[in-house]
């Protein structure tokens, strides 16, 4: 079966169509720049133009780099802040009817990379750490999704963690791989110290280059580096627009309905 998959960064927006029983793209994907500025409306143009250009018309998972609740962008650390409670899937739903559904990027990432890469069987606490313009976190139990963990943005040392060891911080500071690398060890060990992971999967623009740096790391857990690299995000958002939200609470969790007390008077009858 094929979902379509788009991908929403802050430089470029990517999309194909993906066969989610393979986890494989259906076809290379097809990406345009991000618009400056990124807001709603220039933003969903792009994505339409994306699912346009492959001439589909059944339903899309997006990514998108924020906070997602039921559909709407809660934060705006690296997109324009006039996405914050904008309802983007209802915003790209308007230019793509064949249904739209939105999950955080890293997120995104996650799914694919627990259902089809790194984490695949991988039981127990997992944490994939996407490492690009900012850190993305995607935290599963027993391959069961937390949504919206925001651990890029731990305080470390007085600083958001992001701002000290992403990739575009390693860019602007010049870092070599190892220096970098002292910077994302510390952040990893912070999120260990938190979280006790069983396995951090390592993900985003950098792990493409992962035999740079992989050895430099210095953390007590297994580090993988991710297997679907760049095409995580566009296969974890159709695999999620496929098996919908899986996180929701189900029937059986939700509190039990309190019942209005009984008012039987005793030995009497109801009134
Ligand atoms: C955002 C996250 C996002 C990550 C990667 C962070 O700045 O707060 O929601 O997943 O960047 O794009």
């Given at each position: 079966?094929?979902?379509?998959?788009?991908?929403?960064?802050?430089?470029?927006?990517?999309?194909?169509?993906?066969?989610?029983?393979?986890?494989?793209?259906?076809?290379?994907?097809?990406?345009?720049?991000?618009?400056?500025?990124?807001?709603?409306?220039?933003?969903?143009?792009?994505?339409?133009?994306?699912?346009?250009?492959?001439?589909?018309?059944?339903?899309?998972?997006?990514?998108?780099?924020?906070?997602?609740?039921?559909?709407?962008?809660?934060?705006?650390a690296n997109v324009d802040p006039g996405w914050v409670n904008t309802d983007v899937a209802g915003v790209l739903g308007s230019v793509l009817p064949g249904g739209v559904a939105v999950l955080n990027d890293a997120d995104a990432a996650g799914v694919a990379e627990m259902t089809f890469g790194a984490g695949r069987d991988v039981?127990?606490?997992?944490?994939?750490?996407?490492?690009?313009?900012?850190?993305?976190?995607?935290?599963?139990?027993?391959?069961?999704?937390?949504?919206?963990?925001?651990?890029?943005?731990?305080?470390?040392?007085?600083?958001?963690?992001?701002?000290?060891?992403?990739?575009?911080?390693?860019?602007?500071?010049?870092?070599?791989?190892e220096k970098w690398a002292k910077r994302v060890t510390r952040y990893l060990s912070a999120l260990e110290a938190l979280l006790w992971?069983?396995?951090?999967?390592?993900g985003g623009g950098a792990s493409r280059k992962a035999?740079?740096?992989?050895?430099?790391?210095?953390?007590?857990?297994?580090?993988?580096?991710?297997?679907?690299?760049n095409e995580a995000g566009i296969v974890g958002a159709a695999?999620?627009?496929?098996v919908g939200d899986q996180t929701r609470p189900k029937a059986a969790v939700r509190p039990p309905r309190r019942r209005p007390p009984a008012t039987r008077p005793p030995g009497g009858r109801r009134p």
């Open positions: 079966m094929q979902v379509f998959g788009v991908d929403i960064g802050g430089t470029g927006i990517k999309g194909a169509p993906v066969d989610i029983d393979e986890g494989k793209l259906a076809a290379p994907r097809f990406r345009l720049p991000t618009p400056q500025p990124a807001e709603p409306a220039a933003v969903s143009k792009t994505v339409a133009d994306v699912v346009a250009h492959f001439g589909w018309t059944g339903a899309v998972g997006a990514t998108f780099p924020a906070v997602i609740k039921g559909g709407v962008a809660r934060t705006a039981g127990g606490v997992v944490i994939m750490t996407t490492f690009g313009t900012g850190i993305g976190t995607a935290l599963f139990l027993h391959g069961q999704l937390v949504p919206n963990t925001e651990l890029g943005h731990l305080e470390i040392g007085g600083h958001d963690a992001e701002m000290k060891a992403s990739d575009a911080a390693r860019e602007r500071d010049d870092l070599s791989w992971p069983d396995l951090i999967i390592i035999d740079r740096f992989l050895d430099h790391l210095d953390v007590r857990t297994k580090i993988v580096p991710a297997q679907l690299q695999l999620f627009a496929a």
